[in-house]
């Protein structure tokens, strides 16, 4: 190991240890001798460029969350399940004598009843499409997280309307629109967050970060 006036040199980069010698002081590194400024290797610089267009270009190519189909699928889906929520509603009651939803009561006119169950669908879609997004920012699997968690809110509301107090046909029809609709929101949003951008599975997912 060469000399410098100063005192020993590893001829390592500032910060590291060489064969167990401190790494040398600033004012050291000024005075190595040529020998061991020779010996660093002339590519690294190179080398560490190249591997910064590599990530730039990796990033840049790559596509991110699909949240501009996610979104108009969601406001889409809101408004076209509050629409149909107030036509189911409409035609229960007029058509068959079924007091739903079953939450609104036994005396309460079909126009309010309708339209506070058709905002309920509106308002229970936009929460949907909000939780997938956080799921695509935070998960590595959005479609599987989401659709757990969907069946399980999808169960939640499907039991709730039974467990009220009222005649057992509103919360048996309540219950069967909640399922339906529900249903429909959590495929609906999986299917396009699935055919936006392609996930791949756990173990290619792990191997490939594993090699970056």
């Known amino acids: 190991m060469p000399d410098s006036s100063f005192g020993r040199y590893s001829g390592g980069l500032h910060g590291r240890r060489a064969a167990g010698r401190p790494a040398p002081r600033p004012w050291e590194r000024s005075f190595r001798c040529p020998s061991t400024a020779r010996r660093r ?3 690294a610089p190179v080398r560490r460029y190249e591997d910064f267009v590599a990530l ?20 889409s889906a809101a408004l076209g399940g509050g629409i149909l929520a107030f ?13 739903v939803p079953v939450f609104a009561g036994d005396h309460s006119a079909t126009v309010p ?45 499907t039991i709730l309307p039974l467990t009220l107090n009222g005649p057992f046909d509103a919360a048996l029809a309540t219950a069967g629109i909640n399922l339906v609709g529900g249903s429909a929101v959590v495929v609906v949003l999986s299917a396009v967050v699935a055919g936006s951008r392609p996930f791949p599975p756990d173990g290619r997912a792990a191997s490939g970060r594993g090699r970056g």
């Open 56 to 75: 730039h270009e990796q990033i840049s190519t790559g596509s991110g969350p699909p949240l501009r189909p996610l979104w108009w699928t969601g406001i």
């Open 113 to 157: 009843a309708a339209t506070s169950y058709a905002l309920c669908a509106i308002a229970g879609t936009i929460q949907a499409t909000a939780l997938m997004h956080l799921i695509l920012a935070s998960s590595a699997r959005p479609v599987r997280a989401f659709a757990w968690i969907g069946a399980i809110a999808v169960a939640l509301l």
């Open 87 to 99: 036509a189911a509603v409409v035609a229960l009651r007029t058509m068959f004598g079924i007091e």
């Open 41 to 43: 290797p002339l590519e």
